[in-house]
T-cell receptor
């Protein structure tokens, strides 16, 4: 199956700092990638849809200036959490669309903001 | 009301049992239905994918969709300890549409 990687797998940062998370499709090109957030024992909530070469589309209630998304190539999308606060602590998961029918998920990044 | 409802469990069964996992939904426009398995601290892995109503079988797994009742199920036969994970249903209304996930059911299969 298609492989999607994320880096880092976990990160701890101080409140007020920015954190960048990378999502890579390793063996296929993805014009569309998705960023999700998952709180403990809760479902995946879509944050934004990232399209290569264009601006990301954010879901209602997600601050685009806080969660910066860049999809600079067909295999890489990045999510930067700016001025992180403890309430941003969560499990962030990306996925990459292989076909219109299928998307493959990365292993997730656990962010802890102190 | 959430678009997709799923009993969070936890569900604990003995090894070899038949497991039934279910989701209900409210949006009649949903056409594509998926089941994902997620191990602790890992990303979801696609298990089953079904379009519209009907059954689909893959090894020990069977997915059922009843659009008239807005109800989908995943059955796991001869459950194994390695099946212990959280199972998420997901659905969307068209090929490029946004995936809507259920809350996930935590399953534990005891040896």
């Amino acid at each position: 199956g298609a492989v999607v990687s994320q880096h880092p797998s976990w990160v701890i940062c101080k409140s007020g700092t920015s954190v960048k998370i990378e999502c890579r499709s390793l063996d296929f090109q993805a014009t569309t990638m998705f960023w999700y957030r998952q709180f403990p024992k809760q479902s995946l909530m879509l944050m934004a849809t990232s399209n290569e070469g264009s601006k990301a589309t954010y879901e209602q209630g997600v601050e685009k200036d806080k969660f910066l998304i860049n999809h600079a190539s067909l295999t890489l999308s990045t999510l930067t959490v700016t001025s992180a606060h403890p309430e941003d602590s969560s499990f962030y998961i990306c996925s990459a669309r292989l076909t219109a029918d299928t998307q493959y998920f990365g292993p997730g990044t656990r962010l802890t903001v102190l | 009301q959430k678009e997709v409802e799923q009993d969070p469990g936890p569900l604990s069964v003995p090894e070899g049992a038949i497991v039934s996992l279910n989701c209900t939904y409210s949006n009649s426009a949903f056409q594509y239905f998926m089941w994902y398995r997620q191990y602790s601290r890992k990303g979801p892995e696609l298990l089953m994918y079904t379009y519209s109503s009907g059954n689909k079988e893959d090894g020990r797994f069977t997915a059922q969709v009843d659009k008239s009742s807005k109800y989908i199920s995943l059955f796991i036969r001869d459950s194994q300890p390695s099946d212990s994970a959280t199972y998420l249903c997901a659905m969307r209304n068209n090929q490029g549409g946004k995936l809507i996930f259920g809350q996930g059911t935590e399953l534990s299969v005891k040896p």
